[in-house]
């Protein structure tokens, strides 16, 4: 049995926050805006509205708190350039899908940024199934979402792309959550891509 389940966003991690966003104003030429502090993680993040999804930038904020456990998205692992490390997929039944995930992609966590508050799976390591390739899933509160109160910088989401070395599994894996295939998969190393149409044209995150 799947469950209704579709793409929410994309995050790109960075060292710091001004990184990311820098690497990705420069990469699509338009402004990143919205985004805050979610104190009980420890994370930061800026983003960038692409209709009814968006490009979510995050990092450690250097001055948070310690969240006493790992932070999601294998931040406390994170290192290197700025680049696209997970997708979030959006339900209306998180225990349901959870449920339905690898065991590894929950359990259910109470998120917040600000008044905004929401629930997601987030794995107790803080690595996601497929080595992140596999995505976290999250719940919004009914009639709310993010990418209403972002402004519409003329970005929108063309294709995203996923390849990992077993994408088989990963597709069998999320057959059981999803009604239809959000992303387009690969068979390769682990590595995501997404083409993004902007007011100067086609431009490319990995």
């Known amino acids: 049995m799947t469950f209704m389940a579709e793409l929410d966003h994309f995050a790109l991690s960075a060292s710091t926050l001004e990184e990311g966003v820098a690497a990705v104003e ?35 904020d250097p001055d948070g708190i310690d969240p006493g456990r790992p932070r999601p998205f294998d931040l406390d692992n994170f290192s290197g350039a700025p680049r696209l490390t997970n997708w979030i997929a959006r339900t209306d039944d998180l225990d349901a899908a959870l449920a339905a995930a690898p065991a590894a992609a929950g359990p259910a966590t109470e998120m917040s940024r ?15 199934p497929f080595s ?33 070395p077993d994408a088989d599994a990963l597709r069998d894996a999320l057959s059981k959550v999803f009604t239809t295939m959000p992303v387009v998969l690969h068979q390769g190393p682990l590595a995501m891509r997404a083409e993004i149409e902007t007011p100067g044209g086609l431009r490319v995150l990995e």
């Open 26 to 60: 420069a990469a699509l030429g338009v402004p990143l805006a919205g985004g805050g502090r979610h104190e009980k993680m420890g994370t930061h993040n800026r983003l960038l509205g692409l209709g009814p999804v968006y490009l979510e930038v995050i990092a450690i």
């Open 132 to 164: 992140g390739a596999f995505p976290a899933i999250i719940q919004w509160p009914e009639g709310v979402h993010p990418s209403q109160t972002l402004p519409d910088a003329g970005c929108r989401l063309k294709r995203l792309e996923i390849s990992h």
């Open 114 to 128: 600000g008044s905004l508050v929401w629930h997601m799976g987030v794995p107790v390591d803080g690595k996601l």
